[in-house]
């Protein structure tokens, strides 16, 4: 076995300034539920991709998220990443990961228009940091009346 935790100690001591983090197993599905929360589908029970994971981090921590060619354009390729010459059209509808509930959610969040998402493959989501929420003090039959 595999003593990760031993040798991720000794790397942080050894680099005390790394910006090296844990994420912990828990959070990665919590992010699946919110994901489930938010597809009209069943969803396997299969963690999300890095790249969604990167996606949520950004949301946690940036203003604005620009993302390019994660829901694919008219440019639309079997690559895995854009930067990649390897081909697996799973990457794009998703063997493993719930790649396209992934892509349908950031496109639901996207706030830029049709050329830049299709034609461009360019998506544009509000960081977290910047949705006004309502007044959590307002009690929902306040708000219906």
Same mark, same amino acid.
């Given at each position: 076995? @595999?003593? @990760?935790? /031993? ?18 197993? #828990?959070? +990665?599905?919590?992010? $699946?539920? $919110?994901?489930?929360?938010?597809? #009209? ?10 790249? @969604?994971?990167?996606? /949520?981090?950004?949301? +946690?921590?940036?203003?604005? /998220?620009? =993302?390019?060619?994660? /829901? ?14 390897d081909e697996n059209l799973g990457c794009t509808i998703g063997d493993w ?5 992934? #892509?349908?959610? !950031? ?5 830029g228009n049709d050329t830049e998402v299709f034609a461009d493959g360019f ?7 910047? =949705?006004?929420? !309502? ?5 929902s039959t306040t708000q219906k009346q």
């Amino acid at each position: 076995m @595999f003593r @990760f935790f /031993v040798g991720f100690k000794i790397f942080r001591l050894m680099q005390p300034e790394s910006e090296v983090h844990l994420l912990n197993p #828990k959070s +990665l599905w919590s992010i $699946w539920n $919110w994901l489930q929360s938010e597809s #009209k589908w069943d969803l396997l029970p299969n963690p999300p991709s890095s790249g @969604f994971l990167g996606l /949520v981090l950004a949301l +946690l921590n940036c203003d604005t /998220v620009h =993302i390019y060619e994660y /829901v694919p354009s008219m440019r639309l390729t079997k690559r895995c990443h854009y930067y990649d010459s390897d081909e697996n059209l799973g990457c794009t509808i998703g063997d493993w990961h719930p790649l396209a509930a992934e #892509k349908l959610l !950031a496109l639901a969040l996207n706030i830029g228009n049709d050329t830049e998402v299709f034609a461009d493959g360019f998506l544009t989501l509000p960081g977290l940091r910047s =949705i006004q929420c !309502a007044n959590s003090s307002t009690s929902s039959t306040t708000q219906k009346q």
